[in-house]
């Protein structure tokens, strides 16, 4: 028999992926506390982002309307794919992948809890104020038609009156999960178009399947705000928003962030 000289360390198999989100959360948390006006900026971009590749999402959901509606979601998922790609290659600030970052952060004492939490929520306002700018400026123009538009109403209230509160929780924590999973993959690769494809994946999995996706939502309610807003039932959104946001924590922050943090080291090995 052959000696088993191997430690407990050599099962860290995630090392360098580990190191770079840290790296990531001691970015974060300076730019939080020293130019917080360029952290607003980049967590609107991300809510920018979104809403206009939501809008390309809804013209491919109503110019292909007709055709098979299986096919028809995974090209809407697929082009969805796009606002992640754009958000993570352009280092913009989405809370949805902070979940994930600031609970490895928060397990490697890089960053306290409340320190991490409020920089989610302020990721999350100026998330929002970055969908609202985008169908503020989209408003006055037709490149919304009737037909988006009813789609548009159509998912929000599927989203909302139509959705319990279980299970759009259980929703959201699939969708974060494979969107981090996707995002936790990639850190591993320095070219763009692997990482992109890694990323990509784990959003046409959450579109494809109707999960829930709190800031994409919020997204779709700052919408209905310019388009259609004695239509929707604003204590239904507020479920949606709350119970959104606490299953994509679970399921980005806990599923992912901090399974794969205790994997990859004891809580206090980066002090030794």
């Known amino acids: 028999m052959i000696d088993n000289n191997k430690s407990i360390k050599d099962t860290y198999m995630s090392n360098e992926t580990i190191e770079n989100i840290n790296n990531q959360v001691q970015m974060k948390e300076v730019m939080f506390n020293q130019t917080p006006g360029r952290y607003a900026l980049k967590s609107v971009m991300s ?69 991490a939490f409020g920089i989610m929520l302020v990721c999350f306002l100026f998330n929002i104020i970055g969908g609202l700018i985008l169908f503020g400026l989209m408003k006055f123009t037709p490149i919304m038609t009737t037909e988006m538009v ?29 969107i981090n999973i996707g995002i936790y993959v990639s850190i591993q690769f320095k070219d763009g178009l692997s990482r992109a494809f890694f990323i990509a994946c784990g959003v046409v999995v959450f579109v494809f399947m109707g999960y829930e996706h709190v800031v994409f939502n919020a997204g779709l309610y700052s ?50």
Do not use: P
């Not at 090209?75 to 969805?80: C, D, E, G, L, V």
């Not at 922050?253 to 080291?265: C, E, K, S």
């Open 150 to 178: 009813n789609s548009l109403i159509k998912m929000v209230d599927g989203k909302t009156v139509g959705a319990t509160w279980y299970a759009i929780l259980v929703k959201a924590i699939f969708c974060n999960f494979f």
């Open 47 to 115: 809510g920018f982002l979104l809403a206009i590749v939501t809008v390309f999402m809804l013209g491919i959901k109503t110019q292909f309307a007709g055709t098979n509606e299986g096919l028809i979601n995974l090209m809407a998922a697929i082009s969805f794919s796009l606002a992640l790609v754009l958000i993570v290659l352009t280092h913009s600030e989405l809370l949805t992948s902070n979940f994930m970052y600031l609970t490895v952060g928060w397990y490697y004492k890089i960053i306290g809890m409340n320190k």
């Open 223 to 272: 919408g209905m705000i310019f388009y259609d807003f004695d239509a929707v039932a604003w204590l239904h959104v507020l479920k949606n928003i709350v119970f959104a946001f606490i299953g994509n924590y679970i399921g980005g922050g806990i599923f992912v962030g901090l399974v794969y943090a205790y994997l990859n080291g004891r809580r206090d090995s980066l002090s030794n």
